[in-house]
């Protein structure tokens, strides 16, 4: 059944390589978002094994046993919690690792798996690029479809989702460094840009620290933000989206025409 409004959070958290410290954070946050009744709960990207350029010396010693128990704990905890997550996290591959994102529905199962298809700066020396686009899921009463990070600067990725019927697009990402600060109102803009151009929700999470870029930002289908927690803090942002305000104007707009489509009309 198609809600009319939804309650979601955004998991601003920190991280760090140690998988236990990761865990006991994103149960804290699970906990917080249980209390505060949210349906939809965002993580940063890697936040369950933490970034690796960030906090790893090489993949070399990713654990895929490791990574798997902790992945079913999380799985455990949206269950009991009856909460649907968005976990950012890496995952083994035949010969690698993805940087992903996975939906995990209220009843522990994933609905979804997202791997990076632009990677940035370092994170080819750890991961493999995604070979597939994202897909789109039902889940809480709409349809959401997840990016990671750097796929942010490219709208076809927001336009695939939105032609796919998506109400509420997805960006986990760790977007960190002291010399990067000037990145804050180029991707703010990108933010509500990917909203306005497809009249959808963005939800934008990013990691805690002292050297975050930007902070962790919800913008609504006009573009605006309506929601932004403190830059580099710890917080569960919280926000209710009104679904009613999803809208096709520009996409029913579009001169294709004249410009060559990408996806379905």
């Known amino acids: 059944m198609r809600r009319e409004t939804l309650a979601v959070g955004l998991a601003q958290m920190p991280q760090t390589a140690d998988l236990g ?57 949206a269950r009991k919690s009856r909460l649907t997550v968005v976990l950012g996290t890496h995952l083994p591959l035949d010969r690698g690792w993805s940087n992903s994102a996975l939906l995990i529905g209220p009843d522990g199962r994933i609905a979804a798996r997202y791997d990076k298809a632009h990677l940035y700066g370092l994170d080819a020396e ?48 760790y977007l960190f460094g002291r010399k990067q600060m000037w990145k804050r109102p180029i991707i703010e803009a990108h933010i509500r840009s990917r909203a306005a151009e497809n009249g959808r929700f963005v939800l934008f999470a990013n990691a805690a620290g002292p050297q975050q870029n930007v902070p962790s930002t919800i913008a609504d289908p006009r573009g605006w933000i309506t929601a932004q927690a403190r830059r580099s803090v710890r917080q569960l942002l919280l926000a209710r989206l009104d679904l009613s305000c999803v809208q096709d104007d520009i996409l029913r707009s579009r001169r294709t025409d004249l410009f060559e489509a990408e996806g379905p009309q």
């Not at 949210?38 to 070399?60: D, I, N, R």
């Not at 995604?130 to 349809?143: E, L, Q, S």
């Open 21 to 77: 410290r990761n865990l006991r954070e994103i149960a804290r946050f699970v906990e917080a978002a249980r209390r505060a009744r949210v349906a939809l709960l965002v993580f940063p990207e890697c936040a369950l094994t933490g970034y690796a350029p960030a906090f790893h010396k090489s993949s070399a010693g990713f654990d895929p046993d490791a990574v798997e128990a902790a992945l079913e704990e999380v799985r455990g905890l």
């Open 126 to 173: 750890y991961y493999l690029a995604g070979r597939a686009p994202p897909a789109v899921k039902a889940a809480c009463g709409t349809t959401v479809g997840m990016q990671i990070c750097y796929d942010l600067r490219f709208p076809e990725v927001s336009r695939w989702l939105a032609l796919r019927r998506a109400e509420v697009i997805i960006v986990i990402s």
